[in-house]
């Protein structure tokens, strides 16, 4: 999610409102292809000669709504081509996904990057110095279908390039995926008042998936049969919105650990104050560790997840509270700029001594602004690590599965609770002993979200998804398996 990274780059400052406003044409062009998707299925890969052959009349593709656009010819759309070729850019998915992820390749096809309309500048992909930047894939052998997704964390248009378009590129789908309009560490130096970048998210993804459709009918000369999408973190946040707000769009969506923000709590502000005030004396063992350590457990973070502690201390916690509670909360530190990093308690204006419900009432509407509400319109799975200590499961997508069940859309969603499971991937080649990637299990979850929006095969019930146990597999097993069934 949020700095579920290594820590993001810091973006220049940039302007506190981007004024953008999709053209009718865009909106037009929307309206045709909503109108002829929905009765056609999912069709078998198409022939490589399918829309007029390896990059035919490419020059002829535009993205409504786009600023700027460049469209290329590309003879591997995966990350085994794309990094020679300048294609997609690793600092954006470094860290995002263990060191053993096999990464397929023979997927040519064809790159469309540009740039929505848009006055920040944090993103500085292609020199452009341009947020609201996109990336659209649009393999040869086509099977009929458009993922799109929202980047992770704060981190820019491929971020997902490892984890999420490898695959479903492989698998013959359309991607999309953007930047979400504001990057970086600063990202909240976007929008007129507080909540307003992150607002910005969400219409930029609508926006994005809007387009992406209208460029794949141009391409393939018809409209996806099925459009889905998927995230994780921030990105998985973006898939819940979207799902709630314009299921029109889609078919359905995969849910990664996404954040959950909700005014009334619980959200980040209420969770990582706690960590940064009780993990330091956990830490330092002696008297009032013990104390420090229930409060850790009930703040959230599980009791068996301590070995992960001191890295998100480190790296994450303080950083993720800092720079969204400035976001959505400004005034807590006056002038001052996203707090003191790592300031003990007691120190004027600390983030370790945050309360969000002693906050006025105009920092829980600024959350309202951006809030989830589990009223759901497509089918979703979500997917949640037991140990994710950056978005604890109890204090998230527990809280979140609740919401869609009360308002009264358990029928659409399946969630499991995927056991030793953590919010950073990577972290499975520290401790292989201790966790599994949620990587495959993402890839198990598309799969059933396939067979349940184009079969009517309703996917295994919720549950917990129980850890192998020592002898029942192998690492590569970890890396390549994942059965959500009972």
């Known amino acids: ?162 984890a999420i378009s490898d695959w479903v590129l492989s698998r013959g789908y359309a991607f999309a995926a953007t930047d979400k309009g504001n990057t970086g560490a600063a990202f909240h130096r976007d929008g007129d008042r507080p909540g307003e970048a992150i607002a910005e998210w969400n219409e930029r993804v609508t926006q994005l998936t809007r387009a992406a459709r209208a460029v794949v009918a141009q391409r393939y000369h018809r409209p996806p049969a099925r459009t889905l999408a998927t995230g994780m973190s921030n990105g998985g946040y973006l898939v819940r919105w979207q799902l709630e707000n314009h299921p029109e769009l889609y078919d359905g969506g995969v849910d990664w650990e996404g954040n959950l923000w909700r005014a009334q709590g619980p959200n980040l502000l209420t969770f990582l104050p706690s960590a940064l005030r009780s993990y330091p004396v956990y830490a330092a063992g002696g008297e009032g560790s013990e104390r420090a350590h229930r409060e850790m457990v009930a703040a959230g973070y599980p009791a068996g997840s301590e070995f992960l502690w001191a890295f998100h201390h480190q790296y994450y916690w303080d950083l993720t509270q800092r720079i969204y509670r400035e976001e959505l909360d400004p005034g807590f530190d006056g002038a001052t700029e996203a707090g003191t990093p790592f300031c003990a308690p007691g120190t004027p204006a600390c983030d370790a001594d945050y309360v969000y419900g002693d906050r006025p009432r105009e920092v829980a509407d600024a959350v309202e602004r951006i809030a989830l509400t589990g009223r759901i319109g497509k089918p979703l799975i979500t997917l949640h690590g037991t140990l994710d200590v950056l978005l604890p499961i109890g204090k998230d997508s527990d809280v979140y599965a609740g919401m869609v069940r009360d308002a009264g859309r358990a029928k659409l969603l399946r969630y499991y609770r995927i056991e030793g499971g953590t919010h950073v991937d990577s972290l499975y080649d520290a401790f292989p002993d201790r966790l599994r990637p949620l990587t495959p299990c993402h890839r198990s979850a598309f799969t059933a979200l396939e067979d349940w929006t184009g079969n009517g095969r309703a996917p295994a019930p919720s549950r917990t998804v129980p850890l192998p146990r020592a002898g029942e597999g192998d690492g590569r097993d970890l890396l390549s398996r994942c059965s959500l069934g009972g």
Not at 6 to 28: E, G, K
Not at 68 to 92: F, K, M, N, R, Y
């Open 1 to 162: 999610m949020l700095s579920a990274l290594p820590p993001p780059r810091t973006a220049p400052v940039r302007s506190r409102r981007r004024a953008y406003a999709l053209s009718q044409w865009t909106a037009r062009a929307a309206a045709v292809t909503a109108l002829l998707v929905g009765s056609v299925a999912v069709p078998a890969a198409a022939a490589p000669d399918a829309g007029g052959g390896h990059c035919a009349r490419m020059g002829a593709l535009r993205v409504p709504g786009a600023g700027h656009q460049e469209v290329s010819c590309v003879g591997e759309l995966t990350t085994a081509g794309t990094i020679a070729s300048g294609h997609t850019d690793e600092a954006d998915w470094a860290g995002l996904t263990p060191a053993g992820l096999a990464t397929p390749s023979g997927v040519p096809g064809i790159q469309i990057d540009g740039w929505f309309p848009d006055d920040s500048a944090g993103n500085t992909n292609h020199g452009w110095n341009h947020d609201a930047q996109f990336v659209v894939r649009l393999p040869d052998r086509w099977n009929g279908g458009l993922v799109v997704a929202g980047s992770p964390g704060v981190r820019e248009q491929y971020a997902n390039d490892r």
